[in-house]
């Protein structure tokens, strides 16, 4: 059931000659609507929430000329990005005017020119917003002729924010001689990155590189700024913690640079001083193991800190047994069978297994063979299943079958598909069927209706009566057909996975997030998706909240390279680039990330989203990664909100992808057993 759906301020007065700064406005597309597997899902423009000039004012004599850039700046308080057509939208044009043209005029590309002594005002507007830029003309002439500025120093780094550093500049006329007392005009190029005031002080405001700009008269120069944010310190709380054996508690580490701003997205590794009196996760859940004292410890490279945690006797009883009103169905394919024997299935984790899967041909016949489901195979599958209580589902369909559904289903073929499929159910002892009809469009929906509800009528005529259930691609825009089929339909499982990819406008996002913790894209008003959001759509659309199931990705994906990230390539999420990174086309499986990418330096935990990551942030910015997946602490997660929230349960792409057959007996299925324990 894999999932194919895409989705400045300047300086002070000061006298300045003639200068040309290249004028950069900042603009945005909306994503566009995605078709499966190619683009993300359509978002709208944000609007203009503010314009920042390079110079907030200009001291100019007359006969100067001075270019002033305006910067676009989102209500997300990024700037806003150009269309990748280059053509400019109307009410992203600037718009330059002055107060006084016999004092200075204005062009259309912001270059302003001093016409005589005097004081006037620049306004640059887009849309309903403006910012002002006074200038101050001097008159009687010339003074001696800037021929060149060198900035000191021409190259710095500060690793905090709000740090700052003084640079100088020295001007020279076209004799080679210095000039005493010039005026100099400071910019800053990346305002959000750094910030320049009128007497070349730079304070540096967010991880990045800016460079800061020197002008007098007509000529300039810069100095390149690094911004970066070392860890400095870092705290854990609470720092203290008593529990009892059994019990568990959450320790939550931050790191702050050395003027104390938090420091995003750094890794932890945590370590007990004593695992016989208590364990820690890889995102700091602390578990009382024995009686005693143990010292847990939060580090971030070298710089690490500590909570005491007490364990005394007593705690929680064992988990119970899984409830059945969740229900936990895994997807389990034919062309696994040969890896992970149905024998090696922990059945007691599970409610249902859907056996995957059938395909559709376009005349109503179905393919048994693409997916290997053999007859040996089947009867293996149903008998141990049905020996443990938990019923099997025939999937039907599969990502790339929009194309043979459309055909199967159509008016001339439909009575014929629902008879196969319905007919292959009874022969092997199925107890249902689940329906994966991916990529469909909302021009499908009519015929997809008619099918679902002449196969409800057709298993309406067995006794007792098979379940049918359907997978969901991850889009509200489906909310209101299932909805409508609601009755005929026993479950309605979300596939909350393949939620995130390197599409235009978008940031480094989590493969299976649990919550998005309000984050919006930063060149957009829209939240990035999530299983929970996912969820309140469709409630809110009037769907049964005990039909719904969310889904649990065995498998996690993996970002590459790209460039312009806070680290320069992708390592970990809310990342956003100049050069888009790239993702594994295929799913990283549970297994393959602990033997072959695991590394516990490596390792995060995003307590907002509640699911974990690996960042690698390598030489240069090729070969940096960033993998998202699940683990046992994200899976327990989603089975307590399953509980709290009373939707219907959950859905696995696939057991196999957390199976290890060379581990002792009973350790052998690590996320189904934190499943049970979770329940």
């Known amino acids: 059931m894999k999932n194919l759906f895409p989705g400045r301020e300047g300086g002070n ?3 300045s000659l003639s200068v040309r700064v290249i004028v950069v406005l900042a603009l945005i597309l909306a994503l566009p609507a995605c078709d499966a597997g190619s683009t993300a899902p359509e978002f709208d423009d944000l609007g203009i929430a503010e314009i920042r000039l390079s110079a907030a004012n200009m001291d100019l004599d007359d006969g100067d000329s001075f270019q002033l850039q305006a910067t676009l700046i989102g209500a997300a308080g990024k700037p806003l990005a150009p269309p ?3 053509t400019l939208r109307p009410r992203y044009q ?7 043209p016999d004092v200075v005029t204005v062009t259309r590309a912001g270059l302003v020119l001093a016409k005589k002594e005097g004081t006037a005002s620049v306004t640059a507007s887009a849309g309903h917003t403006s910012s002002v830029s006074f200038a101050r003309v001097k008159g009687g002439g010339k003074r001696s002729k800037a021929a060149k500025i060198t900035v000191t120093p021409d190259e ?3 690793n905090a924010l709000g740090s700052q550093i003084q640079v100088t500049a020295t001007v020279l006329d076209e004799q080679g001689n210095v000039i005493t007392n010039p005026s100099i005009t400071w910019s800053t190029l990346d305002a959000s990155v750094a910030t320049v005031d009128g007497t070349g002080n730079v304070i540096s405001k967010a991880i990045g590189v800016a460079l800061i700009m020197a002008t007098s008269g ?9 911004v970066h ?33 938090v420091v995003e997205g750094v890794s932890f590794t945590w370590i007990a001083s004593d695992s016989a009196v208590a364990a820690v996760s890889g995102g700091g859940v602390v578990r009382g193991v024995g009686v005693g004292a143990a010292t847990i410890t939060a580090a971030a490279g070298s710089v690490s800190a500590t909570a005491a945690i007490q364990v005394v006797s007593g705690g929680t009883a064992p988990p119970p047994s899984p409830s059945p009103q969740i229900w936990r169905m895994g997807y389990y394919p034919g062309w696994v069978q040969s890896r992970m024997p149905a024998s090696e299935i922990d059945w007691s984790a599970l409610t249902h297994i859907a056996h995957f899967s059938v395909l559709p041909r376009e005349d109503g016949s179905i393919d048994t063979q693409t997916h290997v489901l053999s007859s ?5 599958l149903i008998s141990r299943a049905h020996a443990a209580g938990v019923k099997v589902l025939l999937t039907v369909g599969s990502a790339g079958t929009r194309t043979q559904f459309l055909g199967a289903t159509s008016d001339v073929n439909r009575a014929t598909f629902i008879e196969n499929i319905v007919g292959r159910m009874r022969l092997h002892g199925y107890d249902g069927l689940d329906i994966d009809w991916e990529s469909m469009r909302e021009s499908d929906f009519p015929q997809f209706r008619v099918f679902i509800e002449e196969l409800s009528a057709e298993l309406n005529k067995i006794s007792p009566r098979p379940l049918l259930t359907a997978a969901v691609l991850q889009s509200h825009i489906y909310a209101p057909l299932f909805r409508d089929l609601q009755p005929h339909l026993d479950m309605i499982n979300l596939m909350t996975y393949d939620m995130s990819g390197p599409w235009p406008g978008w940031v480094t996002w989590h493969n299976s997030p649990l919550y998005d913790g309000g984050y919006k894209f930063p060149n957009t008003n829209k939240t990035v998706p999530s299983a929970d959001q996912l969820v309140k759509q469709f409630v809110a659309a009037g769907v049964d909240r005990s039909k719904l199931g969310i889904g649990i990705a065995f498998y996690g994906k993996l970002w590459t390279g790209g460039d312009g990230t806070s680290t320069g390539g992708a390592t970990r999420p809310r ?5 888009a990174p790239t993702m594994s086309s295929g799913e990283v499986k549970y297994y393959r990330i602990m033997e072959r990418h695991y590394d516990p330096s490596r390792y995060g935990w995003d307590d907002v989203a509640k699911v974990p990551y690996l960042s690698f942030d390598n030489p240069g910015s090729s070969e940096d990664r960033f993998l998202s997946y699940e683990n046992e602490e994200s899976v327990a997660h989603k089975v307590r909100y399953a509980a709290t929230e009373r939707i219907g349960g959950l859905i696995i792409w696939e057991i196999n992808g957390g199976y290890f057959p060379t581990r002792p007996a009973g350790s052998r299925n690590p996320l189904l057993q934190a499943i049970k324990e979770a329940l």
Do not use: I, K, M, Y
């Open 13 to 15: 007065f000061g006298s």
């Open 84 to 86: 990748s057509s280059g």
């Open 94 to 100: 600037v718009t330059w005017t002055s107060s006084d």
């Open 156 to 158: 710095a780094t500060l």
């Open 218 to 226: 007509s000529a300039a120069d810069t100095a390149t700024l690094h």
């Open 229 to 261: 944010q070392e860890v400095a310190a870092v705290s854990v709380s609470p720092s203290t913690a008593t529990l009892a054996v059994g019990d568990s508690v959450r320790l939550t580490a931050t790191a702050t640079d050395a003027n104390g701003v």
């Open 376 to 380: 040996a195979n089947t009867r293996d």
């Open 575 to 579: 990342q956003s680039w100049t050069t």
